[in-house]
């Protein structure tokens, strides 16, 4: 496609052979003159800034949380600034560089310009591997070991969560439009959604529910910014939205001291260079024992490649077709070339794009990001800056981000799956329930040991805890299907099911078979039961066990659901019954891939040019907290035959 663009040029006279120093050297002053630092970009730079230290700093602080449950500060401060946060630095730097060069490279192909891809932290990934796999790792472990070992122990297997997650999405990568053939769009948006509403939505919002002064006003100015569109500022300069809440929220920290000077002297403290930390050891030290939670890892690189697509669409339909493959395989090595860093925190092509390129930002803000971040992480900075702020200030940005895959999510699904959509949120509400619990100060009596409640409903809440986002995807899927009365189909989601059940990956302990044919669960309680009048009571005790919740009654249940499905679509397809009506067909839907590169050259920024002149330096267009997904079409149905590189 790049000779069918040149090939408008004049051909006269035809190029003399370049060496492969001097091509590089050529690809560099192209990088080099390309780079664009206009006012879109200062708009741009900004709000992607704040977005992603919101990410940052609220999955830092829940690691630092651990704390309260004994683990060594020592620890926490030498795995979060000598490792994590140098290498979130690295891979920053690396990937906005990478996305600033492809849009440089691509305006000089198609002679327009091109606004680079926005990319950051995986927020719902970062939060799932914190509370859904550090903490269980540490309570699981911190008895027989200690804190220091258990916390060491979680970050390691955190790590290497990170590293599969990437290798998922680099391989499904190749398969990227064929997956949104065959998965219903609902199955890859709802499990994200979950984490939006349990750990990104009510785990963050607590801190400032319980600090109501700063919590309710941060909370405020979240709704403010965002939705009514209420921005600070003076003459044509309007403050990103994160950056009012945070300046809302320190200003009342500190006045009514939930801010502290002494936190801020032992930041300064961590201040001095880091530099990268090579992980490898880490990354493959405890690797054996992330089986146990690929029912959290699997489904996070599944929906990692369905967001990296859905944005790519989206940059498309605003006039920016980009690579598809390509982009997709640089966020798979992205977030693997994190763990080797030291960074458990995966990358991925950032929301908003549309509002980028209306704001008129172009190559320079991208690559301007990853530098800002490489200096504040390699020389401790960061530490500083979150002494600064509190959590009841980052909590409600985090809660929009929560809000803003919800409404990704609700926005690409039809309104007749939205029940299947609610079922798919209680597995991820269940993991939080327990993970607080755990987190409790009646954790010495409950532990993960929930049933001493003597309630049987506790069972189904561990049941469907383990593996939570699989669980989501499987029954997600499966119920989008029965809902459209594809019977087939949802045959063959429930024999899906029961595969990961059969192997442990989901509703049981620990994957494998060691538990195959035993209770899943500390099922057993004391039961005391009185008779007769008061002064004549009799009581008895027994012990009373919940047997039903076998490794091998899950994947039972879910092969019967496979056959009742079996029954329907044979009744559906050969029987004489009006009530089980046909199918429902999907809509006609745009053919999201074909003709990928149609337009490419097509300059969509005229209208731009003109709004540029009225954009001051940080000024960023209201509607900036567009999702990937916004002006969209639904994608149940893409062609896979269309142009997918450059």
Not at 126 to 145: L, Q
Not at 181 to 195: E, F, Q, S, T, W
Not at 588 to 601: I, K, P, S, V
């Amino acid at each position: 496609m790049q000779e069918q663009a040149i090939s408008t040029q004049s051909t006269e006279s035809a190029p003399a052979p370049v060496s492969k120093a001097g091509g590089v050297i050529q690809q560099l002053m192209d990088f080099k003159n390309g780079l664009t630092m206009r006012g879109g970009d200062w708009g741009s730079l900004t709000q992607i800034f704040f977005d992603n230290l919101s990410t940052l700093l609220g999955a830092l602080f829940a690691i630092q949380d651990m704390r309260n449950f004994g683990a060594p500060m020592d620890s926490i401060n030498d795995i979060i600034w000598a490792r994590i946060v140098p290498g979130v630095g690295l891979t920053m730097v690396l990937g906005n560089a990478y996305y600033s060069w492809q849009a440089i490279r691509l305006t000089k192909a198609w002679g327009r310009p091109y606004t680079a891809q926005p990319y950051g932290l995986n927020t719902p990934a970062a939060f799932a591997f914190v509370f859904n796999i550090m903490y269980p790792v540490y309570f699981a472990n911190v008895g027989e070991k200690g804190p220091a070992e258990a916390f060491d122990m979680a970050y390691k297997v955190a790590l290497a969560a990170n590293f599969i997650t990437g290798l998922i999405s680099t391989v499904l990568a190749f398969f990227g439009p064929f997956i949104l053939k065959v998965v219903p769009p609902a199955a890859l948006l709802v499990p994200i959604a979950g984490i939006g509403v349990a750990f990104l939505g009510l785990e963050q919002v607590t801190n400032s529910l319980a600090a109501p002064i700063v919590g309710y006003n941060c909370i405020l100015w979240v709704f403010l910014g965002w939705y009514a569109g209420v921005r600070l500022g003076f003459g044509s300069f309007r403050m990103p939205e994160a950056l009012q809440v945070i300046l809302v929220g320190v200003a009342l920290g500190w006045a009514t001291g939930i801010n502290e000077g002494q936190a801020v002297q032992d930041a300064a403290d961590l201040v001095k260079w880091y530099g990268p930390h090579w992980s490898a050891n880490d990354l493959f030290a405890d690797f054996g024992m992330v089986k146990d939670y690929m029912g959290i890892v699997i489904p996070i690189g599944i929906s990692a490649t369905a967001t990296s697509l859905m944005c790519l669409v989206s940059a498309k339909q605003a006039g920016d077709p980009y690579p598809v493959r390509e982009s997709m395989i640089v966020d798979g090595i992205g977030t693997m070339l994190a763990s080797f860093f030291g960074s458990p925190f995966g990358t991925t092509l950032y929301i908003g794009h549309p509002a980028h390129k209306k704001s008129g930002a172009q190559t320079g803000y991208s690559l301007t990001n990853g530098i800002i971040y490489l200096l504040l992480s390699w020389f401790g900075i960061l530490a500083l800056m979150q002494s600064i702020v509190n959590q009841a200030t980052i909590g409600p940005i985090v809660l929009f981000v929560g809000l803003a895959v919800n409404e990704e999510a609700l926005n690409f699904i039809p309104s007749r799956h939205y029940a299947a959509y609610v079922v798919g949120l209680f597995p991820s509400i269940y993991d939080w329930v327990v993970n607080v619990a755990n987190r409790s100060p009646i954790q010495d009596e409950f532990g993960g040991n929930i049933n001493v409640t003597g309630l049987d409903s506790w069972f189904g809440v561990l049941a469907w805890k383990r593996g939570a986002l699989l669980v989501s995807f499987v029954w997600v899927a499966m119920l989008v299907k029965v809902i459209d009365r594809h019977w087939s189909m949802a045959a063959v989601w429930s024999l899906i099911g029961a595969g990961f059940a059969l192997f442990g990956i989901i509703h049981v302990p620990e994957a494998g078979f060691n538990t195959f044919s035993e209770p899943t669960w500390e099922q057993c309680s004391t039961v005391t039961s009185c008779t007769g009048e008061e002064e004549l009571e009799v009581c008895t005790s027994s012990v009373e066990c919940w047997d039903h919740g076998e490794q091998w009654m899950f994947t039972v249940g879910y092969a019967m659901l496979a056959a009742t499905f079996a029954i329907l679509y044979f009744a559906q397809k050969y029987g004489n019954d009006p009530t089980l009506k046909p199918p429902i067909v999907d809509e006609e839907t745009n053919q999201a891939f074909a003709d990928w590169f149609a337009d490419a050259a097509v300059d969509t920024t005229n209208q731009l040019e003109k709004q540029e002149s009225e954009l001051a330096m940080g000024v960023f267009p209201q509607d900036s907290k567009s999702t990937c997904s916004e002006d969209t079409p639904e994608m149940e149905e893409v062609d896979i035959e269309g142009e997918l590189s450059v």
